[in-house]
């Protein structure tokens, strides 16, 4: 197995050299901060992630949780992993100090969570699920589901999920068909429907399952406007010895304490079931070591789910965590797609095959393939499309801090820049690092289609991200569709305003003054598809969406772009001021694969641009029945 899995020195330039992580400190909420705070947190997930989860990568694959008795058994290193987690706060570690959590920035945290998935993808997800969960209960929920719920699943003794999808249901939400049904005491409903592929949706290394639940309450509005998000917990909280019907009544006064005496007592409080019953869990071809459940829900018509916030806005509710979960799974795959990266590069320096192809004398020894050009290039491609997204991640964990902290007409900036990019962030990832798995299994050869080596895992492990959180289709559907077009294009012309910034900046350079000229080519490239695809908005939407995911892969080349040259710029800074040594290799390595996207990625924009300006609509004319 190969020894490194992420470049700390590349994390370190990404939030000290290009963000500036440390000027958050000078807002209030985060004042309390320093550098030094940011680099103990770093530190901490590296150790963790060395000690606990690396070494359980391969195992947790090989021995994927089965379903005994009713309830799904996961592997047994998880449970000191999900205790670690707990104990040391990182499943609140984002909130205040009021809610026992630490306040340290998205930034960082979420650049601690791309450690621990590079260490291994399927135990990082517990954590942070639960986290997600907590923070919908916190954000919408009453005080009372407050107190109730979100202590133990800060300690993680319990965990939390969202439960969205249906057999019939998928990404078409409007189309669920759990219902709700509500009860003589206020807040309080009866579920009854099935949920799938639920991440986490029950295991034995948590006391209790705390499900974050949509449904529709019987007589409300059709379609997505009748959906509501309940609390379902898969055991719902008694005094010792009450009867099992008290579920109906109100959770507060089941439990008859507040939370801060559940813990002093404890032996008052027990747990019974709430007919939330696992039917199945699903056994997939990578991601194995995180139990994806099949649930079914008020069997026995005894299942209590307490409604959070207002009735019929869950889906607004819902798309809060769906968006921080989005931004996670680019995060997810960026991360295995590192973890791919140094597995090959480390087997590239490592292994003898031919010689330089000039060189024709069989007597001399062979060279390591990193010698070879074409091995270059597929190297080259993994770190471009790694690098450049995880750049991508990290600013838009920058504007979301931001846009916590600032009021008013800059906070509005912040949230109509990451809502943008939100789509982008999540789906160039996902697409592109199932292809960066890929070549790194090429760059192993036979060896890499082998499960001696830990790449073929990284390639099935990779494949997921195109497809949880919303497909790559819906992600453009909704840049296109929604993102691009609302408030008028605000939020396009504020994204252009800072890709012409990068180029103004870059320009001053000389190095970099071709690349800023090429990019703002390619920029009024991408202004002209975008109008064009604008125009027809109004006289057929079919064509007009119908090649949404090209112009979301071209959306995506332009991004990173800018993203790399805002990179270079940092890098040719630190080159000039006299960079020596690792520094001076670090950051020549930031210029070349600054070349190398400019010469080999950035131009793809040119072959989506005819598509996307074809009158050819043969994907709406196309029949059913001609296939």
Avoid at 313 to 341: C, H
Avoid at 434 to 443: D, K
Wanted: proline share 3%; with cysteine; net charge negative.
């Amino acid at each position: 197995m190969a020894t490194q899995f992420y470049s700390k020195r590349n994390l370190q330039f990404l939030l000290y050299e290009v963000l500036d992580v440390q000027s958050l400190t000078e807002y209030p909420y985060f004042q309390d901060h320093a550098r030094e705070t940011f680099d103990m947190v770093l530190d901490s997930a590296e150790q963790i992630s060395e000690k606990l989860l690396k070494p359980l990568l391969t195992e947790m694959d090989r021995k994927e949780p089965q379903l005994v008795n009713g309830r799904i058994k996961i592997h047994q290193g998880m449970f000191p992993i999900l205790k670690k987690f707990g104990e040391d706060g990182w499943i609140n570690a984002g909130f205040s100090y009021e809610e026992g959590g630490q306040q340290i920035p998205s930034t960082v945290l979420s650049s601690a969570a791309f450690i621990f998935q590079a260490a291994n993808y399927s135990a990082s997800v517990f954590p942070f699920l639960t986290s997600g969960a907590a923070n919908l209960i916190r954000s919408f929920g009453s005080q009372e589901l407050k107190e109730t719920f979100t202590p133990k699943m800060y300690t993680g003794e319990w965990q939390g999920t969202m439960a969205l999808t249906e057999p019939d249901a998928g990404s078409s939400l409007s189309d669920i068909s759990t219902t709700a049904e509500p009860t003589d005491s206020e807040g309080v409903y009866k579920i009854k429907g099935q949920k799938i592929y639920i991440s986490a949706g029950d295991h034995d290394g948590c006391d209790n399952v705390i499900h974050l639940m949509l449904a529709k309450i019987k007589g409300g509005p059709l379609g997505a406007k009748g959906i509501s998000l309940f609390v379902v917990p898969q055991k719902r909280i008694k005094k010792t010895g009450e009867k099992e019907e008290m579920g109906d009544r109100n959770y507060g006064e089941q439990i008859g304490l507040q939370t801060t005496k559940i813990k002093q007592q404890k032996s008052n409080i027990e747990l019974q079931e709430n007919d939330v019953i696992t039917a199945g869990v699903y056994h997939k071809m990578g991601y194995k070591g995180a139990p994806i459940a099949h649930l079914m829900v008020g069997s026995n018509d005894n299942t209590f789910g307490y409604l959070v916030g207002e009735p019929h806005k869950g889906l607004t509710y819902m798309f809060q965590m769906m968006n921080e979960a989005r931004i996670g799974v680019g995060m997810n795959a960026t991360a295995i797609g590192t973890a791919a990266f140094y597995a090959s590069l480390e087997y590239a320096k490592e292994r003898p095959q031919g010689r330089v192809i000039s060189d024709k004398d069989v007597t001399k020894p062979q060279v390591q393939i990193i010698r070879h050009a074409d091995v270059k290039r597929m190297l080259l491609f993994q770190k471009a499309v790694i690098e450049g997204s995880l750049a991508l991640l990290t600013q838009c964990s920058m504007y979301a801090d931001l846009a916590s902290v600032t009021e008013s007409e800059e906070k509005e900036h912040y949230h109509l820049l990451l809502d943008l990019l939100t789509p982008i962030a999540k789906s160039y990832p996902s697409e592109m690092c199932c292809l960066t798995t890929s070549a790194a299994v090429q760059i192993l050869g036979g060896a890499g289609y082998t499960t001696d080596f830990p790449v073929e895992q990284f390639y099935r492990e990779a494949r997921i991200h195109p497809i949880h959180e919303g497909t790559t289709g819906i992600h453009g559907l909704d840049l296109l569709g929604r993102k691009i077009i609302i408030k008028n294009g605000k939020s396009l012309q504020l994204l252009v305003a800072e890709i012409l910034k990068t180029i103004e900046k870059a320009s001053s350079i000389d190095l970099l003054k071709p690349f800023a000229q090429k990019l703002q080519v390619y920029l009024g490239k991408t202004d002209t598809i975008t109008k064009h695809l604008l125009s027809l908005a109004s006289k057929d939407l079919e064509i007009f969406l119908s090649d949404a995911t090209l112009y979301l892969e071209l959306f995506g080349i332009m991004t990173i772009s800018w993203q790399w040259l805002v990179q270079a710029i940092k890098a040719e800074e630190a080159l000039q001021a006299g960079a020596i040594g690792d520094d001076f290799d670090f950051y020549q390595g930031k210029i070349f694969t600054l070349r190398y996207f400019y010469e080999y990625e950035l131009v793809k924009i040119d072959s989506l641009m005819k598509r996307l300006l074809s009158e050819d609509n043969v994907t709406v004319e196309m029949e059913t029945a001609w296939f």
